[in-house]
């Protein structure tokens, strides 16, 4: 499986950016999913994540409300949808992919990474 991420960018605070990640191989439509952000100086964090049919959704607090988490499984697409954005949600975004069954914060347990794309949120 590889990942491809795309739709980063610079934007002002109380913006939006939507974040795409294109999955390619065998299995991809089947996969759960998620996005990590990594900002400088920091521990790569868990942002959202989406099982394999997109019944289910789950966020890290600081993005709730804010960030939506979706895919189009005919096309293999992830997407995340970011509103309001603030300053501290500046980082790189990495698409991720899990061999299980619903999405976890932990690194560890993403089986594929995709390439990081940079948001940059400016005050």
């Known amino acids: 499986v590889q990942l491809q991420a795309s739709g980063g960018g610079l934007v002002q605070a109380g913006g939006s950016l939507r974040l795409s990640c294109a999955a390619s191989?065998?299995?991809?439509?089947?996969?759960?999913m998620g996005w990590f952000r990594q900002a400088p100086g920091k521990e790569r964090e868990f942002v959202a994540g989406i099982n394999w049919n997109g019944g289910m959704t789950n966020y890290a607090d600081s993005v709730k409300e804010r960030f939506t988490i979706s895919r189009d499984r005919a096309n293999h697409r992830v997407y995340l949808q970011m509103n309001s954005l603030k300053p501290e949600d500046t980082a790189v975004y990495y698409c991720a992919s899990f061999l299980r069954a619903y999405s976890s914060t932990n690194t560890a347990e993403v089986r594929y990474w995709g390439q990081g794309t940079q948001v940059t949120v400016s005050s």
């Open positions: 191989g065998r299995t991809a439509g089947t996969l759960t």
